[in-house]
T-cell receptor
Framework: KAGVTQTPRYLIKTRGQQVTLSCSPI?????VSWYQQTPGQGLQFLFE???????NKGNFPGRFSGRQFSNSRSEMNVSTLELGDSALYLC???????????????FGPGTRLTVL | EDKVVQSPLSLVVHEGDTVTLNCSYE??????LLWYKQEKKAPTFLFML????IEKKSGRLTSILDKKELFSILNITATQTGDSAIYLC????????????FGPGTSLSVIP
């Protein structure tokens, strides 16, 4: 069974630009969660999508948005990039909505975003 | 403000030692506590704990939650070099918008 895939793996952008990251969950999984990981802030939860609806979200500004398609693939968009957005962005998939029932999350390899 | 604290932040032990990692939290609307292991790649889910006093076990790893005292421990017995990783504790909250808060992690190094 293929794992969670994320594209691209590495990305370099400049301030003010926007970026779209993609995540394909494990086949059959309907929940996709997004996380930002930086050395200073650690791992922080961005949001979770389940059945094309945003179910949960963390404390990030509106520049961070996402969506989920009918095939459960998810995209995350960051507009007006700032230097502080440089981070590893991880997505994780689970069978059903995460954090509401006991179920395991599987993480993808991440997208390393560098903002210059 | 909701927060998750882990201790120690880093730890070096010898193979065969037993280690205990600590996670304490101050949050409103607690739902569950989660443990992850992160090596050079993405985190790997270890346990989800929702009830006090119930031990979760997976091989040499054991975790328990105390909802009264607001902490959890992750115990690793007979450590191996492959246990070297960052161990992350997270708490999920049930609010109008559920969210997950991570602790800073404990960096464990197991030396031969």
């Amino acid at each position: 069974k293929a794992g969670v895939t994320q594209t691209p793996r590495y990305l370099i952008k400049t301030r003010g630009q926007q970026v779209t990251l993609s995540c394909s969950p494990i086949s059959g999984h309907r929940s996709v969660s997004w996380y930002q990981q930086t050395p200073g802030q650690g791992l922080q939860f961005l949001f979770e999508y389940f059945s094309e609806t945003q179910r949960n979200k963390g404390n990030f500004p509106g520049r961070f948005s996402g969506r989920q398609f009918s095939n459960s693939r998810s995209e995350m968009n960051v507009s007006t990039l700032e230097l502080g957005d440089s981070a590893l962005y991880l997505c994780a998939s689970s069978l059903v909505a995460f954090a509401t029932t006991y179920n395991e999350q599987f993480f993808g390899p991440g997208t390393r975003l560098t903002v210059l | 403000e909701d927060k998750v604290v882990q201790s120690p932040l880093s730890l070096v032990v010898h193979e065969g030692d037993t280690v205990t990692l600590n996670c304490s939290y101050e949050v409103t609307n607690f739902r569950s506590l989660l443990w992850y292991k992160q090596e050079k790649k993405a985190p790997t889910f270890l346990f989800m704990l929702t009830s006090s006093g119930i031990e979760k076990k997976s091989g040499r790893l054991t975790s328990i939650l105390d909802k009264k005292e607001l902490f959890s421990i992750l115990n690793i017995t007979a450590t191996q070099t492959g246990d070297s990783a960052i161990y992350l504790c997270a708490v999920s909250l049930k609010t109008s918008y559920d969210k997950v808060i991570f602790g800073p992690g404990t960096s464990l190094s197991v030396i031969p």
